[in-house]
């Protein structure tokens, strides 16, 4: 009886083992199912094109070629200070680590290349967009600046961005590592999160919203000249940034459009929002 029952129990554990064995084999095969590592690798090279060639093909066009020249020219100005550069390089450096986690890591489980109905792109674009910059900006104004209840607790680390009172264009990278990665991990989380709602993304959706989520964040920072038609709202989502900067307690806390600080009263032209802050 007893070498009986050690046999049942025997069999019984290896049939578990086995039933384990398999489930992890599954769960790995799943996994590796899931993860599109190529689609990931173009997606990423595909982004350095379009904005190189993005950058080309505005040169042809004056107004952004001046603002291409006046940026540049700032820029060197301040690449010549050694502790602008320092951080300029400090900031590069942990980048390609965010990078590789990103494109590593986490796209590969949020692309796909079937085709699609046109309409999902637009839709996609706009959806992951509009909800990354909603949590930016609640990020942005609680944590990042003084808000009263929670008490800015990132300020220290914000400050470093806010040392630009008049920023150029590539003071959108003068910012403190830890900054670049709760930026982008916001970002990336975002489209994760819609990804498992909405199903996989687009590649080309992703490229897309990757080229318009940097330039829009590197126009905000543009020292820009051009005031008329067509280009109003380009001076005026840089001139609203460069309010932002001027000051630590300014409002305009979104980045991608001022939906939300129109909406939750912080806009701010120059002077201010809501009740002037207590010296
Ligand atoms: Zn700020
Ligand atoms: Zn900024």
Redesign the pocket.
């Known amino acids: 009886m007893v070498v009986r029952s050690g046999n049942v129990n025997g069999s019984g554990s290896r049939l578990e083992d086995s039933r384990a064995n398999r489930m992890s084999t599954t769960f790995l095969a799943t996994l590796q199912e899931q993860y599109h590592w190529k689609l990931s690798l173009i997606t990423l090279v595909a982004i350095f094109a379009a904005s190189a060639l993005g950058t080309r093909l505005l040169a042809l066009i004056p107004a952004f070629k001046e603002a291409q020249q006046l940026n540049g020219d700032t820029f060197r100005a301040k690449m010549e200070k050694p502790n602008y550069a320092a951080n300029q390089s400090w900031n590069r450096k942990w980048s390609l680590s965010f990078l590789l986690v990103i494109f590593g890591a986490i796209l590969p489980f949020c692309l796909t290349i079937e085709a699609q109905p046109w309409w999902r792109f637009p839709r996609d674009i706009f959806v992951i967009l509009m909800v990354y910059d909603f949590v930016y900006y609640l990020t942005h104004r609680f944590t990042f600046h003084d808000s009263g209840f929670f008490g800015g607790p990132l300020k220290w680390m914000h400050a470093i ?2 040392r ?1 009172h008049n ?1 150029c264009r590539w ?2 990278s003068y910012i403190h590592p830890l900054e670049v990665a709760i930026g982008l991990g916001l970002y990336v989380a975002t489209i994760f999160v819609l990804s498992r709602f909405m199903g996989n993304f687009h590649l080309a959706t992703i490229v897309i919203t990757w080229f318009a989520f940097t330039e829009i964040n590197l126009h ?2 543009d020292l820009w000249k051009a005031d008329h038609f067509p280009f109003k709202y380009l001076n005026y989502a840089s001139v609203m ?1 460069h309010h ?2 001027a000051k630590f307690t300014g409002g305009n806390y979104a980045t991608i459009t001022l939906l939300y600080d129109w909406m939750f009263g912080t806009l701010d032209h120059g002077d201010g929002w809501g009740k002037p802050a207590k010296t």
């Open positions: 961005h806010h630009q920023p003071d959108s905000n920072h940034h932002h900067h």
